[in-house]
């Protein structure tokens, strides 16, 4: 069982900053998959920004060059910087990791933007 540990949510105002941390507790080198999603009240879970095979990254049009996934391998943790935040990106934001073929996802994050 792997767990994963969201934090670094809060309340800002438009066009301000967050970074939100996942922290896992295996290795990441082991994962196959691991990045952000979000949900909003009323809309389906949608992905933010991801590693894809290794180190390869996937960004939502939405977010791109505003947010930045990162990761640390010697913390097992994975990063969302985000910057210029504007009020939709206001949703639970939450980490997956994929270890050998099987999903986990932590407990979310709220993120609120403020107009």
């Known amino acids: 069982q792997v767990q994963l540990v969201e934090s670094g949510g809060g309340l800002v105002q438009a066009g301000g900053s967050l970074r939100l941390s996942c922290a896992a507790s295996?290795?990441?080198?082991?994962?196959?998959?691991m990045g952000w999603y979000r949900q909003a009240p009323g809309k389906q879970r949608e992905l933010v920004a991801a590693f894809t095979s290794g180190y390869i990254t996937n960004y939502a049009d939405s977010v791109k060059g505003r947010f930045t996934i990162s990761r640390d391998n010697t913390k097992n943790t994975v990063y969302l910087q985000m910057n210029s935040l504007n009020p939709e990106d206001t949703a639970v934001y939450y980490c997956k990791a994929r270890y050998y073929g099987y999903d986990y996802w932590g407990q979310g994050t709220q993120v609120t933007v403020s107009s």
């Open positions: 295996a290795t990441i080198f082991s994962v196959s998959a």
